[in-house]
């Protein structure tokens, strides 16, 4: 039987968690809703820097042509 994670967050991404319950065989492997992604993008502050980066990166690319 394989276990698959299908409640993941950045914070499991973050501190480590998701990785050590990949290394020690409790889950074979992750996956995520696309619904549910875009929510706790748009409902939490953990994804904030990341997009604020992208964005400025985004708007330097469009100046320079």
């Known amino acids: ?37 875009a929510w706790s993008i748009a409902s939490s502050a953990a994804y904030d820097g990341q997009l604020s980066e992208l964005r400025l990166r985004q708007m330097d690319r469009t100046r320079r042509g």
């Open 1 to 37: 039987m394989a276990v698959w994670l299908d409640d993941l967050d950045r914070g499991a991404l973050v501190d480590g968690s998701l990785a050590r319950l990949a290394q020690s065989g409790q889950i074979s492997g992750a996956t995520g809703n696309p619904t549910i992604f």
